[in-house]
């Protein structure tokens, strides 16, 4: 039978070596190996324990609180260092979990918005604040609703003057004629008016062809098409549309408006729209009134072209416009060259595209 020192030795030995493991331990999990080695079930010290059982009477009385003394002090010196080793780990998971939050955000990854594009979001956002909806026509059109719906027969001279791109083929369904890359929004006016009955308010943007091509004109550009149709809809509601429009889309408090008689087939009376404008460090802006520039083609829907889509012009009248969008994004935004706007450059895109979360809105702000 050991004596009581060798067994006092033992405890004292392995006390040490529990306590330079436990302040060893790196992590939690490391320190729990160890707490499974000293006080689990097959653990050293509870086998300690257990074998307290089996000493004689009076060693055990002796042996006893010594082990249980042990026990206690592996267990405090575990929970201290736990204390200290969770207090590390929180540490570690916060500064790795840091945010400055006065770092700038992330910029979408690629692209940007083309301003035609956020010229058109502006403008379906301003009409939409009046009642007005976005209709849509087809690229490639038929010569019935590009031209003839729209009082411009065959023989008609004003053909002459939209210099259209023709497609081999014949349109199929109830429309036949040629097809045709449309040459002007207004189509959209007869597909609007020929599929839902009046009141209509409506825009329409959209791409165009013309066979053009010079520093102020592309085969391709865009324009927006406006049209209304009410019982008793007359030239005062167009102006005021369109003064209320070019207030919001150039953010001006008041703008100046000229209505010049003009010619269209499928408008009468037919005007020329200008807005007061005034140079600025060389560049025109609109504003002021030195100078006027043409912005808008517009007038009241003719009769006919009324007629023609099966709606009575004694009981409905509307009003009509259209206007370049690239146009208007050039004022707007300061471009000089509409041809850049076709060229893909990514150069010119950075400089003039907008941030594709910069969505235009009224409350917000329309650039
Ligand atoms: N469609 C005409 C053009 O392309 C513009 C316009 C639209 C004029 C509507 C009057 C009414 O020039």
Redesign the pocket.
């Known amino acids: 039978m050991r004596g009581s020192s060798d067994v006092t030795d033992e405890l004292d030995r392995l006390r040490a070596d529990l306590d330079a493991r436990i302040a060893a331990a790196g992590d939690l999990a490391a320190l729990e190996a160890v707490r499974v080695e000293a006080l689990g079930r097959h653990g050293s010290v509870t086998a300690l324990l257990r074998g307290l059982g089996g000493l004689a009477p009076e060693v055990r009385r002796e042996q006893a609180p010594r082990v249980q003394a042990l026990r206690e002090a592996i267990a405090q010196a575990l929970e201290s260092r736990r204390a200290v080793l969770g207090e590390a780990a929180l540490a570690a998971r916060l500064a790795a979990e840091r945010q400055d939050m006065s770092l700038p955000a992330l910029l979408p990854p690629a692209g940007s918005i083309h301003p035609v594009s956020q010229v058109m979001d502006e403008l379906a956002e301003i009409f939409a604040d009046l009642g007005f909806t976005v209709a849509e026509g087809p690229e490639i059109e038929d010569d019935w609703h590009n031209f003839t719906a729209l009082n411009i027969p065959p023989e008609h001279p004003a053909r002459a003057m939209h210099d259209t791109f023709y497609i081999a083929g014949e349109a199929a369904g109830e429309a036949p004629g040629r097809l045709l890359l449309r ?4 189509p959209v ?1 007869i597909r609007t008016m020929t599929a839902s009955p009046p009141p209509l308010r409506v825009i329409a943007p959209g791409r ?1 062809y013309r066979s053009d091509s010079d520093a102020t004109h592309t085969p391709m550009f865009h ?1 927006v ?2 049209l209304v149709v009410d019982r008793d809809t007359h030239m005062g509601h167009l102006r005021w549309t369109l003064e209320t429009f070019l207030k919001a889309f150039f953010g001006l408090e008041d703008v100046a408006l000229r209505f010049r008689p003009s010619y ?1 087939p ?2 009468e009376p ?1 005007v020329e729209v200008d807005v007061g404008c005034s140079w600025e460090g060389g560049r025109l802006t609109v504003g002021g009134g030195q100078s006027w520039l043409e912005v ?4 009241m829907v003719h009769p006919r072209v009324l007629a023609n889509c099966g709606l009575s012009p004694d009981t409905w009248q509307g009003f ?3 206007c370049g969008i690239d146009r208007l994004a050039m004022l707007k935004y300061g471009m000089t060259d509409l041809r850049a706007f076709f060229d893909a450059d990514l150069r010119w895109l950075r400089h003039h595209g907008f941030r594709a979360l910069d969505v235009p809105t009224i409350s917000g702000s329309l650039s």
Not at 296 to 299: F, S, T, V
């Open positions: 040459t002007h929004t207004s006016q165009v324009q098409e406006g269209f499928f408008t037919s808008l083609g517009a007038g009509a416009f259209g």
